[in-house]
């Protein structure tokens, strides 16, 4: 399809040059013959609410909405799903042409398919879930968490106060640990998710010792560069299933692509090979 003006949309974040996401819709669009450009936006917290009317005005049909934008967008929306509301923030913006700013939380979906598709043997009720971290993508991963129906959700964060702040948020089912007992905290757990930038090249490796996780555990690692973190290596070296993160990288932009563009993206072995760090 080719159109008079390209369609636009873009990701915003501070800083933003880590972004895959530019490459990956650029793809989208030679596979799907789009005329359209998505822009990296460097934007500082100080700038993001005003900047949005103006990508407006210039016929921006949306954003993604990375660090430390995701609470500012929800905030600034008329509308909101009830991922965005339930999660308390956003990283997915739709401009209507009324005008209206539509917030969507996708982080949540795509991590769930990821783990679903790299793990079809996991299943919600097998046993306690352990989430490393406390921010905006532990919010995702906790929502989808406790609506599949974990029985437990054992949060543990370097900082507790955060933690405690999910644990409010999410409600009875939610424990805290102390990030000194993190490695205790595996004990008779069925999922290990790793939401910390721990294990990210120029990041400091995850300390966790996987010596309490039991046989069946699935560990999920939400950093995607690298794709086998320190994590993974030492789950594969245990016979623990292991997911990787890019899935839940490429599955979350599906729903705002579909909103944009008019198109549900397949994601397919070529697009994982042209993406993988």
């Not at 005005?57 to 339930?86: C, M, Y």
């Not at 010792?209 to 950093?223: N, Q």
């Not at 086998?228 to 594969?236: P, V």
Request: glycine residues 8%; negative net charge; hydrophobic residues 45%.
């Amino acid at each position: 399809m080719i159109n008079e003006r390209p369609l636009l949309a873009g990701v915003c974040g501070f800083p933003i040059a880590q972004s895959r996401s530019p490459m990956l819709f650029a793809h989208w669009f030679d596979e799907y013959g789009i005329d359209g450009h998505y822009v990296p936006l460097r934007i500082s917290a100080e700038d993001f609410a005003s900047t949005i009317p103006v990508l407006i005005r210039a016929g921006f049909r949306g954003l993604n909405v990375t660090i430390p934008h995701k609470q500012a967008a929800l905030a600034i929306a008329d509308q909101a799903s009830e991922a965005a509301r339930a999660i308390g923030a956003a990283n997915t913006l739709i401009f209507h042409e009324d005008g209206a700013i539509e917030a969507d939380n996708t982080d949540a979906f795509g991590f769930l398919v990821n783990l679903r598709e790299g793990a079809p043997e996991w299943v919600s009720e097998a046993g306690p879930a352990v989430l490393l971290g406390a921010g905006g993508a532990a919010r995702a991963a906790a929502h989808i968490l406790l609506e599949e129906g974990v029985p437990e959700l054992r949060i543990t964060n370097r900082t507790r106060e955060k933690a405690e702040e999910l644990a409010h948020h999410f409600g009875d089912r939610v424990t805290i640990i102390d990030w000194e007992d993190r490695s205790d905290a595996l004990a008779n757990a069925a999922l290990i998710v790793n939401s910390t930038s721990l294990g990210m090249v120029g990041k400091p490796a995850l300390d966790l010792s996987l010596d309490a996780a039991p046989r069946g555990a699935v560990v999920t690692d939400m950093v995607y560069n690298p794709l086998t973190t320190s994590l993974l290596a030492e789950a594969k070296a245990r016979s623990l299933k292991t997911v990787d993160g890019l899935g839940m990288l490429l599955h979350q932009a599906r729903p705002g692509f579909r909103a944009w563009f008019g198109r549900d993206p397949d994601i397919t072995p070529a697009l994982r090979a042209r993406i993988a760090p």
